[in-house]
């Protein structure tokens, strides 16, 4: 968050924002649009229940755990959860090289 806080919305948004670093918890729909020609890559997860996934660019990439497909009746739809909770540190460690960067793919 800026020290002087956010006076307009369009200050920090963007129909341009392709690539998004985060992880996405929803209980119904994720939706998302950019303008141009660019692909969707998010790089982290989507957990949601499989009701609504919509987006508007060509393409879309996305780290997704296919075991949480079905809701209920899926391999882990028991273990979505039905609302939202206080997060839960499991691991904290302070990095000084982003260790993803340079991974080398193995054939």
Known sequence: MPPGGIAKYSDISSLYANHLDAVFYT??????TVLG???LVI???LVSR??????GTPS???NYDARLLGGSAGVGGS??????ADPEVIQWEV???DP???????P
């Open 27 to 32: 209980n119904h729909s994720f939706c998302h």
């Open 37 to 39: 020609s660019q692909p």
């Open 43 to 45: 790089n982290g997860a």
């Open 50 to 55: 499989n009701e609504n996934v919509v987006y």
């Open 60 to 62: 879309f990439s996305i």
């Open 79 to 84: 273990f979505l959860p039905r609302g939202v």
């Open 95 to 97: 990095l000084t090289q």
């Open 100 to 106: 993803n960067r340079y991974l080398e793919v193995q």
